[in-house]
């Protein structure tokens, strides 16, 4: 029963490593999401893939790029790390209502 | 501006009393969802409660019940009987559908109002 699983859960980087955020869902969900959670901001949404095949910029997309790697698969990379993507990266999937979460990968970029 | 607002400081409550956490929303689309997250001290996002723009009640899960007042365009989440364990952040989301089935529609969320309870 494991939903929406993200890989790290921890991640420190120093300024312009790159990485890739990893998420998986086993409900066989066509929607997948990235948001991103700061203190005093609430979720803010950085990309998002409708269905398999497709990707769409949300809200904060500058630094960051998605594949959808297959139906189960969303991932988020992060080419040059800056400072301001020190945050909380959820992955999310739905197919009707309502979004479910992945518990989160703390990223700090030094 | 902002589409979904809750602008409530941190919450308190006594153990046992009810709450009302506010949730204001914009949106000019006749077809949209409302929905309420917990998210406690150990991070992740627990879904609450789901009231559709068309819905006719307000929508009821357990000790959460939603106070929709379409005209108003607010979404209170109304805790009743609170527990320790309702100490956590809450949020306010909003997916409007469009004109499509909603495969394109995005969740935007408050900035989250933080909850404690006394015991």
């Known amino acids: 029963n494991a939903g929406v699983t993200q890989t790290p859960k921890f991640q420190v980087l120093k300024t312009g490593q790159s990485m890739t955020l990893q998420c998986a869902q086993d409900m066989n969900h066509n929607s997948m999401y990235w948001y991103r959670q700061d203190p005093g901001m609430g979720l803010r949404l950085i990309y998002y893939s409708a269905s398999e095949g497709t990707t769409d910029k949300g809200e904060v997309p500058n630094g960051y790029n998605v594949s959808r790697l297959n139906k189960r698969e969303f991932s988020l990379r992060l080419e040059s790390a800056a400072p301001s993507q020190t945050s909380v990266y959820f992955c999310?999937?739905?197919?009707?209502?309502?979004?479910?979460f992945g518990n989160g990968t703390r990223l700090t970029v030094t | 501006a902002q589409k979904i607002t809750q602008t409530q400081p941190g919450m308190f409550v006594q153990e046992k009393e009810a709450v009302t956490l506010d949730c204001t929303y914009d949106?000019?689309?006749?077809?949209?969802?409302l929905f309420w997250y917990k998210q406690p001290s150990s991070g992740e996002m627990i879904f609450l409660i789901y009231?559709?723009?068309?819905?006719?009640q307000n929508a009821t899960e357990g000790r959460y019940s939603l106070n929709f007042q379409k005209a108003r365009k607010s979404a209170n989440l109304v805790i009743s009987a609170s527990q320790l364990g309702d100490s956590a952040m809450y949020f306010c989301a909003m997916r409007e559908l469009g004109d499509n089935t909603g495969a394109n529609s995005k969740l935007t969320f408050g900035k989250g109002i933080t909850l404690s309870v006394r015991p």
């Open positions: 949106t000019s689309d006749p077809s949209y969802g």
């Open positions: 999310a999937s739905r197919q009707a209502s309502p979004l479910h």
């Open positions: 009231q559709g723009s068309y819905d006719q």
